[in-house]
């Protein structure tokens, strides 16, 4: 006898395999419609949950990327004694940028918006610039802005500070709660294809239960009746993620268009890498889970 | 070759099958198992190729502990033993040919081997023109000699044969004798459990009778010995 693999595959086995599995495509049609069926409509509402939660989170990151601290400083430091200060609100840990508008740019600015020259401003005032110094603080963390500003607060040198309060406190919870909305999605939706598709391989399995036994009195081992179901999960789950990828890709460029056109203000995330991503995504885990649902569904009835 | 020790099996619901049953059978021997229906006979031959396990006691095959045999071990041994099964246990959706050179395609035999040592063992039980047949085309004794080429094909030196001629009129029936006898002339030990009281007393081989699970008699060259 030859001396076998692990698997115990060999060229004729190899052949067998592929027999056994075009014949059990052959043999119940209906059953590999099914479970193509369920493969594809499991994998398009995870798909297209992929998608929501990708644009949800994307959505939140963008509120929040809006989120920051306005710090003015004490009108009587001194230049570098500003700079100081930014320094030092740089190397906080919590601290994503610091961004510093000094006085002199803020006087500038404001004189342009009037319409004037700077000089002339000036001396208008009186020769003293009554602006501050600005600093435009970002926190790692948007959702630990409120620390981040009561800590700026006890800074020496730092006169008010604000971040919009009634806005982002209100904001911040809004934005978790999408992300965590977006994360349930996919969760539930992957959990409820996974149990969609092991009832249909297991009723699979079920209907060649006594074959898979006999198959086992006669000597098979556990592989050489593994492989052809786990060949036959493999192209269904392909065929089923192939056709997912389709129907989400095709939908969501509609859908993302159609968004574009009428609700101009949503923006709709449309970053092909994601997009190719998900939709290979789609198809690799219609194989996975073709091929290991099989195999695991086996398990009871190799005990023979 | 065939040792059992002290065997007793009880079913999970409670049907006691074998009792304390000491059994040797040595390489090369041709065995009658008979006995009432529902004595134990099937259980008897179930534990030889591990399709059950004993509740107590040992079973040895060739030196090889069966019940302390580890699960991917069992696969091994089975392609050692040819079984002509009581309810054939065929597969509905192959042919005879698919049938019968399963057990050799498990082997990994190359297809071309399969095909041509199927062929010569079909026509050995005269079945070589149905080989394309499904089971539920064929009648019991049809499906039967299936079965008997299906365990004969890969030579196994043990044979176990559950009722081979059950189903068959007397005539098929002493081929298949026939067969089995000169399958043990070549070495292979036969086992084989039957009701079949003509064959038995004019064979004269070696007779274990089994009532309630229990040994009752062990002859050599024994006869039936049930008026039915
Ligand atoms: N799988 C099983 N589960 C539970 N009980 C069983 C099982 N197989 C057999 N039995 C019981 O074990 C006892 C012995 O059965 P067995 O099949 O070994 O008898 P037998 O001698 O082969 O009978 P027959 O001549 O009718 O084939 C019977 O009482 C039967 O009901
Ligand atoms: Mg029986």
């Given at each position: 006898m030859?001396r076998?693999?692990?698997?115990?595959?060999?060229?004729?086995?190899a052949q067998?395999?592929?027999?056994e599995?075009?014949?059990?495509l052959?043999?119940?049609?209906w059953?590999?419609v099914?479970?193509?069926v369920t493969?594809?409509?499991?994998?398009?509402i995870l798909g297209?949950s992929?998608?929501?939660?990708a644009n949800a989170?994307?959505m939140?990151n963008m509120?929040?990327s809006?989120v920051?601290?306005?710090?003015?400083?004490?009108t009587?430091?001194?230049q570098?004694?500003v700079?100081?200060l930014?320094?030092?609100?740089?190397?906080?840990?919590?601290?994503?940028?610091v961004e510093l508008v000094?006085?002199?740019?803020a006087?500038?600015e404001?004189g342009?918006?009037?319409?004037g020259?700077?000089?002339?401003?000036?001396?208008?005032l009186?020769?003293t610039?009554?602006l501050?110094?600005?600093l435009?603080?970002?926190?790692n963390?948007?959702?630990?802005?409120?620390?981040?500003?009561?800590e700026l607060?006890k800074?020496?040198?730092?006169?008010?500070v604000?971040?919009g309060?009634?806005?982002v406190?209100?904001?911040?919870?809004f934005?978790?709660w999408?992300?965590?909305?977006?994360?349930?999605v996919?969760?539930?939706?992957?959990?409820?294809?996974?149990v969609?598709?092991s009832?249909?391989?297991?009723?699979?399995?079920?209907?060649?239960r006594?074959?898979?036994?006999?198959m086992?009195?006669v000597?098979?081992?556990?592989?050489?009746i593994r492989?052809?179901?786990l060949?036959?999960?493999?192209?269904?789950?392909w065929?089923?993620?192939i056709?997912a990828?389709l129907?989400?890709?095709?939908?969501?460029?509609?859908?993302?268009d159609?968004?574009?056109?009428?609700?101009a203000?949503l923006?709709?995330v449309?970053n092909s890498?994601?997009f190719w991503?998900?939709?290979?995504?789609?198809i690799?885990?219609?194989?996975a889970?073709g091929?290991?649902?099989?195999?695991?569904?086996?398990r009871?009835f190799?005990r023979? | 070759?065939?040792?059992l020790?002290?065997?007793t099996?009880?079913?999970?619901?409670?049907?006691?099958?074998?009792?304390?049953?000491?059994?040797?059978?040595?390489?090369?021997?041709?065995?009658?198992?008979?006995?009432?229906?529902?004595a134990?006979?099937?259980?008897?031959?179930r534990?030889l190729?591990r399709?059950e396990?004993?509740?107590?006691g040992?079973v040895t095959l060739?030196?090889r502990?069966?019940?302390?045999?580890?699960e991917?071990?069992?696969p091994l041994?089975?392609?050692?033993i040819g079984?002509?099964?009581?309810?054939?246990?065929?597969?509905?959706?192959?042919?005879?040919?698919?049938?019968?050179?399963?057990?050799?395609e498990v082997?990994?035999?190359?297809?071309k081997?399969?095909q041509?040592?199927?062929r010569?063992v079909?026509d050995m039980?005269?079945?070589?023109?149905?080989?394309?047949a499904?089971p539920?085309?064929?009648?019991?004794?049809?499906?039967?000699?299936v079965?008997?080429a299906?365990a004969?094909?890969n030579?196994?030196a043990?044979?176990?044969?559950d009722?081979?001629t059950?189903?068959l009129?007397?005539e098929?029936a002493?081929?298949i004798?026939d067969?089995?006898?000169?399958?043990?002339?070549r070495?292979?030990?036969?086992?084989?459990a039957?009701?079949?009281?003509?064959?038995?007393n004019?064979?004269?081989k070696?007779?274990?009778?089994?009532?309630?699970?229990?040994?009752?008699r062990?002859?050599?060259?024994?006869a039936?010995?049930?008026e039915l």
């Open positions: 030859k076998k693999g692990l698997t115990g595959m060999s060229f004729s086995s067998y395999i592929l027999r599995t075009l014949n059990s052959k043999r119940n049609p059953l590999s099914a479970s193509i493969v594809m409509v499991s994998l398009v297209f992929a998608f929501f939660l989170s994307n939140a509120f929040e809006q920051e601290i306005a710090a003015f400083a004490q009587n430091l001194s570098s004694e700079l100081a930014e320094d030092r609100i740089k190397s906080m840990p919590q601290v994503a940028s000094t006085k002199d740019q006087l500038l404001f342009q918006s009037l319409g020259k700077k000089g002339d401003l000036l001396s208008d009186g020769g610039n009554p501050p110094d600005k435009t603080v970002k926190a963390d948007p959702q630990e802005v409120a620390g981040l500003a009561a607060t800074l020496p040198g730092l006169e008010t604000s971040y309060q009634g806005v406190d209100k904001l911040l919870p934005t978790r999408l992300r965590w909305l977006g994360a349930v996919v969760g539930a939706f992957t959990v409820a294809s996974l969609l598709i009832i249909n391989i297991k009723m699979n399995v079920f209907s060649r006594r074959e898979i036994q006999i086992k009195l000597g098979a081992s556990n592989w050489f492989w052809p179901f060949v036959e999960g493999l192209i269904l789950g065929v089923g993620g056709l990828a129907i989400v890709g095709l939908g969501y460029r509609w859908l993302a159609y968004v574009q056109m009428t609700l203000f923006p709709m449309q890498a994601l991503q998900v939709l290979f995504g789609l690799f885990a219609g194989m889970i091929a290991v649902g099989s195999a695991f569904s086996l009871k190799l023979v | 070759m065939i040792q020790n002290n065997v099996k009880i079913y999970p619901n409670g049907a006691k099958a074998l009792v304390d049953v000491n059994l040797r059978i040595s390489k090369g021997e041709f065995v009658f198992l008979v006995g009432p229906s529902g134990g006979k099937s259980t008897l031959v534990l190729f399709e396990v004993p509740t107590r040992q060739n030196g502990n069966l019940v302390r045999m580890r991917r071990e069992v041994l089975r392609r050692t079984v002509i099964f009581q309810d054939f246990k065929l597969l509905p959706n192959k042919t005879v040919i698919e049938n019968t050179g399963f057990a050799l082997l990994g035999v190359p297809a081997e399969v041509a040592r199927t010569s079909l039980v005269g079945l070589s023109h149905k080989t394309r499904f539920g085309e064929l009648s019991g004794g049809e499906q039967q000699r079965c008997v299906r004969i094909i030579n196994p043990l044979l176990v044969a009722e081979p059950g189903n009129d007397p098929t002493w081929e004798m067969l089995l006898y000169n399958i043990n002339k070495g292979t030990t036969v086992i084989m039957t009701h079949a009281k003509d064959i038995v004019q064979m004269k070696r007779v274990i009778a089994i009532e309630k699970g229990r040994i009752a062990d002859e050599e060259k024994g039936y010995g049930y």
